[in-house]
């Protein structure tokens, strides 16, 4: 009686976690003889999982990412031109608690994207907003708000995040229109988030994109300052992996080893 008079408040409190594990751990702690504290520890681990896990989902969902890359998949058998060691870093995501940006560069095919969505999805299990754009699609978007009346809404949304990616940076030269819209994100954003950049161009090469030098300057200025930045070597990730396939099978990942 006293275990359902328990369950129907958790349930009523929206203890979830609690909710759901309450008659689990009532059982364990018979069994191990746990006191009191000992099992409110674990009905309390229950609940902070099960929202830590369900603020994952949604932050997973409103992060618009590709696919469900995972840092675990990086097949380190190829010479990537880093270490596990600063793998296990950027598994920690220790550039985002240093409020720096982090670029990753490298040819096509190199796995920056990759690595990008599976460091963005390891951001949010860890429960912090992170928002995903292949570049062109980031303006494509601006556009679209703007003709609607929306760009405002849009910009605070950008800024809500904690993080955002941004995808193949520096495919093809930008406009003026297009060179505020970063500017105004990106000064936005600096000291308060970090960005997360994929691109073929290495950062010397990056002034030459936008029409306004000064404009350029800016740019470039924040996204290097304060930055980390990961050159992946090694070729193209994907012919290898697709020379690896048996029977000539088809690589399903090719969106994400860019």
Not at 59 to 69: D, I, V
Not at 79 to 107: C, H, M, V, W
Not at 192 to 210: I, R
Not at 218 to 235: F, M, T, W
Request: with cysteine.
């Amino acid at each position: 009686m006293m275990n359902d008079q328990l369950k129907q408040l958790s349930h009523g409190l929206r203890l979830f976690g609690v909710h759901g594990g309450f008659e689990k751990r009532a059982q364990q702690a018979g069994a191990e003889s746990l006191n009191h504290l000992e099992f409110l520890r674990l009905i309390l681990e229950d609940e902070f999982n099960q929202r830590k896990n369900a603020a994952a989902k949604r932050l997973l969902a409103k992060a618009k990412f590709r696919t469900a890359a995972d840092l675990e998949d990086w097949d380190q058998t190829f010479d990537r031109g880093f270490t596990k060691t600063k793998l296990r870093e950027l598994a920690a995501i220790g550039f985002y608690q240093s409020q720096e940006n982090l670029l990753l560069l490298g040819k096509t095919g190199a796995g920056k994207t990759h690595l990008a969505i599976a460091i963005g999805r390891r951001l949010c299990t860890e429960n912090i907003a992170t928002l995903f754009f292949p570049v062109n699609f980031l303006f494509e978007e601006v556009m679209a708000a703007k003709s609607a009346g929306k760009y405002l809404t849009f910009v605070k949304k950008l800024s809500q995040a904690q993080v955002i990616i941004l995808d193949d940076f520096g495919l093809r030269n930008y406009t003026h229109d297009e060179a505020n819209v970063l500017v105004d994100i990106l000064e936005d954003r600096h000291r308060k988030g970090s960005v997360v950049v994929t691109s073929q161009v290495d950062t010397n090469g990056w002034l030459k994109l936008f029409e306004d030098p000064v404009i350029a300057e800016a740019i470039v200025s924040r996204l290097e300052h304060p930055s980390q930045k990961l050159i992946i070597n090694g070729g193209n990730y994907r012919e290898k992996l697709q020379n690896q396939l048996p029977g000539g099978k088809k690589l399903e990942l090719n969106k994400t080893l860019n």
